[in-house]
């Protein structure tokens, strides 16, 4: 008996190993199998030079192509400007840019999912394996020309698809001629980074926006703020560019009156402020069919006066990342429920289709809407953006002293026609409503006369 029940114990401690083992494998398969079958060794995806032999094609979304690979050969678009314009969506050859198509949407490529594996490789003998983005190619081109050579981050999408029409970043290259980026360490900073995607930095006075939208919810509507030209808290001065006088919210935000924004954000305190901040967006990603944008941060909780107040104008150490923002824009138009944007357009359900998110109530959606509105008509001119129905914020966001400050202007086309949210982001751009204005405005015109 006592040699039967030795032989149990050890079968079942053998059983127990065996469970513990599948156990681990499972959970592992489930979280590694996409990382295992995109090893670069495996030989039956790669070559030897860990470039993709799976031939594919990468199109806009009016059937432009934009990358084709042919037996480890890849070819770009025929256009230069366009391939220089999309070289953020597409991908460089040697693979440098981690949110390009050709990494990012790897598993799309090669038609691989968790639970039929190489699916395409199986069912489909000649390999071909397809992908169209919703980008447009002519808008993004025409996006990367108006930044005409600055650094920056252009973004389009619609608002209430969820399609991203024109993700461009700058600096770029052309992809079939890549330059000698150590030659010119400052002319390419950063060339490899998606600044509409995986950046942040400080918004100014686009984030007036969020403070406004706070304080619809929370202060009397007709409630007036002064504005001398500066206003003291404590020791510190907050300075404005104006005179403004006693001035409501919908003209102390056309005018973008710091002192009226210092006095909002204080009267609305630290714990509003930050609770409007996380509603627009701030401090957490979104994930763009599987991409995850940079965070954007702000932190004003038990912040000190004279900070508090410079963060309900966008400053103190306040950041944005310009397609969390355009989100955020898109959520105003839409009667406060924010679609997250996407990149691919033939989804096979690879990724889950867009989400939805009420991040505004209805009214205060509207009531912000009108402020932007409001904006345009009696500050950046009406005859500027023709038939746009635009609906906008400009930020001139310091980074201190010496430098050129950063220039913004995002908001939506209030347009049935056109849904369509935006965001401009010209790094040392001087004055927003100026610089990146006029950047917005001949990407939208181009949007609007090209079709969506
Ligand atoms: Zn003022």
Redesign the pocket.
């Known amino acids: 008996m006592k040699l039967l029940a030795k032989r149990a114990l050890v079968l079942l401690v053998l059983v127990a190993l065996l469970t513990i083992g599948l156990v681990c494998f499972v959970v592992r398969y489930f979280n590694q199998a996409s990382t295992w079958v995109q090893y670069p060794a495996n030989k039956h995806l790669f070559n030897n030079q860990a470039k993709l032999t799976v031939s594919g094609t990468i199109y806009d979304r009016s059937g432009q192509v934009l990358l084709e690979m042919v037996d480890g050969v890849t070819k770009y678009h025929r256009d230069k400007t366009v391939r220089t314009a999309m070289l953020h969506a597409t991908g460089d050859t040697d693979n440098n840019i981690a949110v390009g198509a050709q990494v990012a949407f790897r598993e799309h490529i090669i038609g691989w999912n968790l639970l039929n594996g190489v699916y395409r490789l199986q069912n489909q003998p000649n390999r071909s394996a397809n992908l169209t983005l919703t980008l447009d190619a002519n808008l993004c081109a025409a996006a990367y020309k108006a930044l005409n050579g600055r650094k920056g981050a252009v973004g389009v999408y619609n608002y209430q698809t969820g399609e991203i029409l024109c993700m461009v970043s700058a600096p770029s290259f052309d992809p079939e001629q890549p330059p000698n980026i150590s030659h010119y360490p400052e002319k390419y900073e950063g060339v490899y980074i998606n600044r509409l995607l995986s950046a942040v930095y400080p918004p100014g006075s686009i984030f007036k926006i969020v403070t406004a939208a706070a304080a619809l919810e929370n202060l009397p509507e007709d409630k007036l703020y002064h504005?001398e030209?500066k206003m003291q808290i404590g020791s510190d001065t907050v300075t404005?560019t104006?005179?403004?006088g006693d001035i409501a919210l919908e003209q102390a935000l056309a005018?973008s009156?710091?002192?009226?924004f210092a006095q909002i954000a204080l009267e609305l305190g630290d714990a509003v402020l930050q609770k409007y901040a996380n509603l627009a967006g701030f401090n957490s990603y979104l994930v763009v069919d599987g991409i995850k944008t940079a965070v954007g941060r702000v932190d004003v909780r038990n912040a000190a006066a004279v900070d508090l107040a410079w963060a309900g104008i966008g400053q103190y150490t306040n950041t944005a990342n310009p397609l969390n923002f355009m989100a955020f824009m898109g959520a105003i138009a839409n009667q406060g429920v924010l679609i997250s944007p996407r990149l691919i357009a033939d989804n096979y359900g690879f990724f889950a289709s867009s989400q939805k998110k009420q991040v505004l109530s209805a009214e205060t959606a509207v009531k912000l809407g009108a402020l932007m509105r409001n904006n345009t008509l009696s500050v950046y001119g009406e005859y500027n953006f023709k038939g746009l129905e635009l609906c906008a914020k400009s930020g001139t966001a310091e980074v201190g002293e010496g430098k050129r400050p950063h220039a913004w202007f995002t908001g939506f086309l209030a347009r049935e026609d056109y849904p369509l949210a935006f965001v401009v982001l010209i790094e040392n751009g001087g004055i927003g409503s100026q610089t990146a204005a006029s950047v917005a405005r001949r990407v939208l015109q181009t949007a609007v006369s090209t079709g969506k």
């Open positions: 504005c030209g404005c104006g005179i403004h005018h009156c710091n002192a009226a």
